[in-house]
């Protein structure tokens, strides 16, 4: 068998087709008497496929087709006599009907059986009797193909082979591999038949391999359907791909419900139906002239419509998406001719020449045509041409069958669509693959077209793929599903399968992509913090100037016990009150500093990044630049403060001493400052000129008010400021931001003219010329132009510098020095490096090596002061209390458990100063209280105050002793009584001083009362009872109250001679109990003869208690704040004292008086001796001061 090539070619394609003329000419019309008679005979099939096949429903199109080619102008003289017989597609029938025909009637031409078996034989026979035979129907199988077999057969049908070439092409395209055959059952196996010729097209086709894995019928009953679902479910569990051979109308609907019920309408399945029958999508309508509701493009009714709906019709038309429909192309070009095909055929089968009289053929008036009947009218309007143009040309091989064959092999446009009869008298197949659009229309999706001479082209009706798969999404269904036929089979999905390494790389590459974007937004927001941090370094808020204070007036510090009144003057501090040159003075954070005002303008970033760049210049000889204020109505440069001013100040005010070297010293560092500036990204001061040259606190010279741009160029100069400028700035060829290196070197030319000649800039105050005069002249230039006079009064200084100066100001500004040269050659006229504080401070020296000595020698004297300040203030308080208040702390009252107060008075005191002047007294009880000093630091008592002659001593306090205070006391007390038996008085040598001593034991508290001329008091009933035992006592009697004398008897018993004084009253306390002592018991005490007082032993006594302090191992020291305190043992006796001679030289102690002896002292002076009293008290006032 010969294999039909396809050679597939992709273009466009176009659905419409155009009528195909073939070579047939009309006649003219003949007289029905004289026209030919052809005689047709019809195998036709009575009952059997009566749908697609049946002659009640087809014969009607024999009459239309002869009224169409009459009406066309063709076989105008012919007429035609038709002859049916029925085989019923019986084999047998067929043989003896063609026989009939072929044999005994001899007709002109045959119109074989619709059916394959009988057709098979006529065929044959036509081969041997040389009739010309005509197939339509079913006669699809490729053995009608063979013209050597079949020489006299024409077939109107396409081969179904072609149909099965064509179909494993679409497998290829679509990567299809695995599908399914099916096909619907009938009594003539003419589905079978397509199926067989697709399989063998399978089988054959060499380039691409397909698997069939079910070839299966289905049935067309509707009691069948669990078979249908049985042939269903096999195949969904083996493939996708279901190619179905469905013919007629109601079976192909069944399908579509049938999928639908079994699921198999999802984006998974593809169903195609094959035909030859030019359909597609569509059926005949049952009953109508023409199609009237949701009609394809074709003229036909949908398949998935039947009226009236039985539920299904959206359902169908649901799964007919799923479809793809490989057929013979259903274009026809005459759409009303269609209809009126459609409409009268059923009809016209009881009209001549077919004039069928059956039952059948009367009944099929209203049915519509059969499913083939339109191949039946193009196979007979296919003879009629042929007859024609054989008449028109030959007439005599009208009996020629084989010249029939011949001329049938033409093209014109039939009811099956375009009709290509090929030289084997086949009809060349034009294939076309519908699918449903969006509209549920029908559209070609592509054309396969066989040509007369065995070629092929394949074009597609779509640029895009996925217009075809429109009702998948736009993807083309796989041959096996991706979970595969059951769905169990689901490979891993990338989550599935590299879910947790996907999430792990994921969160990894999220984290570190979110740490770089967090990176990324922390640098930016760093670098913006630090750019505002820095922007912030060199911006002051406004508020944060502030003005500085008034001059203060000398204050007084506050006094204190320390130091006595101090002043501050003036001259002493720094204060600011107005500005200097033409700088304002503020306070940033309580530091002063300079500023400069400008107006307030649009500042970029550039201006931002030349002020960060400013604030880092740092020389020893430029001032720094501390920021800007531009948060104000006008702009405020601040810069550090320099205390001695501007030059220009220094110099105006005419009243500084300027040597030479401080000439030198200045220039230098200027020089060294403009240096600087010209190696800074600066390269310019631009504004140099003395008021702008500041001399710190070392008499540096500091540039200032420099690199401030635009700021700098909105600020209008004074006129006065021109003197300083260069002639090319004077003139205006330059602007301020233009001005270049030479310019500043004129300026400091300028400068230092003002240095040399120690006056302001040209000497303006001694010139007539005014400032508008000297700018002309100055601006005018010239080989002799104006410069300032370089009068050096006196003054020797370097020639080469005055030389130096000149060539600075030079008119032309490339003859002018570089800043390098000029530091060069200033180095050369001083090699020796030095500054103005350095000479300063050699000037200085030799004045502060004097200083020096006498400093010494003052802090000598200083130091010996403060001691014998110390030992004064030692005497009047405690240590420990003149210690607090020396540091300015308060001294809380301190309380004692118990202490020994002492009160003694002079018995007599008022008769012995009447016999006295006061000096006399003064000296008197000067030295009585002397040696009475001495004897209380021999027992570790404390002397609170004395007055006049009353005299108060406590122990126990403000160092405790535990209970040896009444031992101190009573000691104390009988030294006291000794010493007065041996005092001579000198001016009164018969007279005796007597005591009256009063002793208590008891609490007390201790403190010091007041700021000015502090004392040190005792407060409590304890001072109170002491001071009335002294006062209720006898002359040279010691008197102690019963506490004193129990305390002493308990803890020193025996060692005194005591006796009760028996009931004594009291002022204040009633009747009380007191004692004397007498004396120490001499058994427990020892002689008495040692108990003697000696002055004499006070200095080797003193010498002693030092040697024991400085040969303590244990480093313990005489408690501070206290008298030298002796341990006293009341065993041993006290040491002997001796009386010593009245001291002629009296010292004075400064002493407070307490409440109590100012009370005693208003009970012993009476009126008489008031007078005499006050003399004393301010002779002793006068002699504390």
Same mark, same amino acid.
């Given at each position: 068998m010969e294999h039909l090539i396809f050679l597939l070619i992709f273009g466009g394609y176009s659905p419409s087709i155009a009528q195909i003329t073939s070579s047939t000419t009309t006649t003219t019309p003949v007289p029905a008497a004289n026209r030919r008679t052809i005689r047709v005979g019809v195998a036709a099939v009575q009952s059997t496929e009566l749908d697609s096949i049946g002659w009640p429903m087809s014969g009607g199109a024999i009459n239309l087709a002869i009224q169409k080619l009459r009406d066309d102008g063709f076989i105008a003289?012919?007429?035609?006599?038709?002859?049916?017989?029925?085989?019923?597609?019986?084999?047998?029938?067929? =043989?003896?009907?063609g026989m009939e025909f072929m044999r005994t009637k001899k007709y002109d031409v045959v119109i074989g059986a619709p059916c394959q078996d009988p057709m098979e034989i006529m065929a044959t026979m036509a081969t041997y009797y040389t009739t010309p035979l005509l197939a339509w129907g079913l006669v699809t199988d490729s053995k009608f193909t063979d013209a050597e077999r079949y020489p006299y057969l024409t077939n109107i049908m396409a081969n179904s082979l072609s149909l099965g070439f064509s179909l494993v092409k679409l497998f290829e395209m679509m990567d299809w591999d695995r599908v399914a055959l099916l096909y619907?059952?009938?009594?003539?196996?003419?589905?079978?038949?397509?199926?067989?010729?697709?399989?063998? =097209?399978?089988?054959?086709?060499?380039?691409?391999?397909?698997?069939?894995?079910?070839? !299966?019928?289905?049935?067309?009953?509707?009691?069948?359907?669990? !078979?249908?679902?049985?042939v269903l479910n096999r195949i969904k569990s083996r493939c996708r791909i279901v190619v179905a051979v469905i013919q007629t109308a109601t079976p192909r609907r069944k399908y579509l419900r049938m999928i639908t019920e079994q699921n198999m309408v999802s984006d998974e399945y593809v169903h195609i139906w094959l035909g030859l029958r030019s359909i597609g999508f569509g059926k005949q309508s049952a009953g109508l002239t023409k199609c009237e509701l949701n009609c394809l493009s074709s003229g036909l009714t949908p398949v998935w419509e039947v009226s009236p709906d039985d539920g299904w019709n959206e359902r169908a038309k649901l799964a007919a998406t799923r479809l793809l429909v490989m057929d013979l192309s259903t274009d026809v070009p005459d759409v009303n001719y269609l209809n009126t095909f459609t409409s009268q055929c059923g009809a016209q089968v009881v009209n001549p020449p077919v004039s069928c009289e059956t039952e059948q053929c009367k009944n099929a008036s209203t049915s519509p045509p059969s499913a083939f009947a339109r191949s039946l009218h193009d196979v007979f309007y296919l003879y009629g041409l042929a007859i024609t143009n054989i008449y028109n040309t030959n007439p005599v091989n009208l009996a020629n069958g084989q010249a029939i064959n011949d001329a049938m092999q033409l093209t014109f446009a039939g009811l099956t669509g375009e009709v290509s009869i090929n030289a084997?008298?086949?009809?060349?197949?034009?294939?076309?693959?519908? =699918?449903?659009?969006e509209n549920y229309d029908q559209a070609s999706f592509m054309n396969l077209t066989y040509s007369l001479d065995g070629g092929a082209s394949v074009s597609l009706g779509y640029t895009n793929e996925a217009s075809l798969w429109f009702w998948y999404n736009g993807k083309r269904p796989l041959t096996i599903p991706i979970c595969g036929f059951l769905g169990t089979e689901c490979p891993q999905t990338f989550?599935?399968?590299?879910?947790?390494?996907?999430?792990?790389?994921?969160?990894?590459?999220?984290?570190?992509?979110?740490?770089?974007?967090?990176?990324?937004?922390?640098?930016?927001?760093?670098?913006?913090?630090?750019?505002?941090r820095i922007d912030a370094e060199w911006q002051i808020p406004l508020v944060k100037l502030q003005v500085p204070p008034k001059r203060e007036k000398e204050r007084m510090s506050k006094r204190s016990i320390q130091s006595g009144p101090s002043n501050i003057t003036d001259t002493s501090k720094m204060t600011f009150d107005n500005t200097f040159s033409n700088y304002s003075i503020f306070y940033l954070d309580k530091e002063p500093v300079l500023s400069t005002a400008h107006p307030a303008s649009n500042l970029d970033r550039t201006d931002y990044d030349t002020f960060v760049k400013l604030r880092k210049l740092d020389h020893d000889n430029i001032n720094k630049f501390v920021g800007l204020s531009i948060d104000g109505a006008e702009y405020l440069a601040v810069w550090k403060m320099c205390m001695r001013g501007s030059l220009q100040d220094i110099i105006g005010q005419g009243n500084f001493s300027i040597d030479p070297f401080f000439m030198f010293c200045v220039i230098r560092d200027m020089a060294e400052g403009l240096k600087y500036l010209h190696n800074s990204f600066l390269h310019v001061h631009a504004n140099l000129r003395s008021g702008t040259v500041l001399i710190n606190e070392s008499w540096q010279a500091k540039l200032t008010d420099f690199g401030l741009g635009n700021l700098a160029e909105e600020k209008k100069p004074m006129k006065r400021r021109q003197l300083w400028m260069a002639p090319e700035v004077i003139r205006g060829t330059l602007l301020p931001h233009q001005v270049e290196k030479p310019a500043d070197i004129y300026s400091l030319a300028i400068i230092a003219s003002e240095v040399l000649t120690r006056k302001e800039a040209w000497n303006m105050s001694e010139r007539k010329d005014t400032v508008d005069e000297i700018v002309y002249r100055i601006k005018k230039g010239g080989?002799?132009?104006?410069?300032?006079?370089?009068?050096?009064d006196g003054v020797e200084i370097n020639h080469s510098l005055l030389v130096l100066i000149r060539d600075c100001w030079s008119e032309d500004p490339t003859d002018r020095p570089s800043a390098d040269i000029i530091c060069n050659l200033l180095?050369?006229?001083m090699p020796k490096k030095g500054n103005l504080m350095d000479h300063v401070f050699n000037i200085l020296e030799d004045y502060t090596t004097n200083l020096e000595v006498e400093v010494e020698d003052r802090t000598k004297?200083?130091?010996?002061?403060?001691?014998? =300040?110390?030992?004064?203030?030692?005497?009047?308080?405690?240590?420990?209390?003149?210690?607090?208040?020396?540091?300015?702390?308060?001294?809380?009252?301190?309380?004692?458990?118990?202490?020994?107060v002492f009160f003694s008075d002079v018995v007599k005191f008022t008769q012995l100063s009447q016999k006295c002047s006061p000096f006399q007294v003064v000296n008197l009880l000067n030295d009585l209280y002397s040696n009475f000093d001495a004897i209380i630091e021999e027992h570790g008592v404390y002397k609170v105050e004395s007055i006049g002659d009353g005299y108060l001593c406590v122990s126990g306090l403000p160092q405790r002793n535990g209970n040896a205070h009444i031992k101190c006391i009573v000691e104390l007390s009988l030294d006291f009584m000794a010493y007065c038996k041996a005092f001579k008085i000198p001016h009164l040598p018969r007279e005796k001083v007597e005591l009256r001593v009063g002793v208590n034991s008891g609490p007390c508290v201790a403190g010091v009362v007041g700021l000015s001329m502090p004392r040190y008091c005792l407060f409590g009933d304890t001072v109170n009872t002491a001071s009335r035992m002294e006062s209720n006592g006898k002359p040279s009697h010691i008197h102690l109250s019963a506490a004193a004398y129990t305390l002493l008897m308990k803890h020193y018993p025996n060692q005194y001679n005591t006796a009760s004084r028996g009931d004594v009253i009291i002022k204040g306390k009633g009747v009380m109990e007191t004692f004397w002592v007498f004396e120490r018991n001499n058994q427990f005490m020892g002689n008495s003869s040692n108990m003697a007082y000696n002055p004499e032993n006070k200095k080797k006594q003193k010498n002693d208690d030092e040697d024991v302090d400085d040969e303590s191992s244990d480093g313990s020291s005489r408690a501070p704040n206290t008298p030298p305190m002796h341990d006293v043992n009341a065993n041993s006796p006290p040491r002997q004292r001796k009386p010593g001679p009245p001291s002629s030289s009296p010292t004075f102690s400064k002493r407070s008086v307490s409440p109590i002896l100012e009370e005693k002292a208003r009970e012993i002076h009476n009126e008489e001796t008031e007078a005499l009293y006050r003399q004393f008290r301010r002779q002793e006032t006068l002699a504390l001061m």
């Open positions: 003289a012919f007429d035609f006599e038709i002859n049916v017989n029925y085989t019923e597609c019986d084999r047998s029938l067929g =043989a003896a009907v619907e059952t009938s009594p003539q196996d003419y589905p079978l038949s397509i199926i067989n010729d697709v399989e063998t =097209a399978i089988n054959e086709y060499e380039d691409y391999s397909v698997n069939v894995v079910v070839k !299966q019928a289905v049935p067309s009953g509707d009691l069948n359907d669990a !078979q249908y679902i049985s084997n008298n086949t009809r060349v197949p034009k294939l076309m693959l519908y =699918a449903l659009n989550v599935d399968q590299y879910g947790a390494l996907v999430f792990s790389i994921g969160g990894v590459l999220a984290l570190a992509m979110l740490f770089l974007i967090t990176c990324f937004f922390y640098v930016l927001r760093q670098r913006k913090l630090e750019r505002d080989p002799n132009s104006i410069r300032p006079d370089l009068d050096m180095k050369n006229m004297e200083l130091t010996a002061e403060k001691k014998k =300040a110390d030992v004064l203030l030692g005497r009047m308080l405690p240590k420990q209390v003149a210690e607090r208040l020396k540091q300015g702390q308060t001294v809380e009252p301190e309380g004692f458990d118990s202490v020994t």
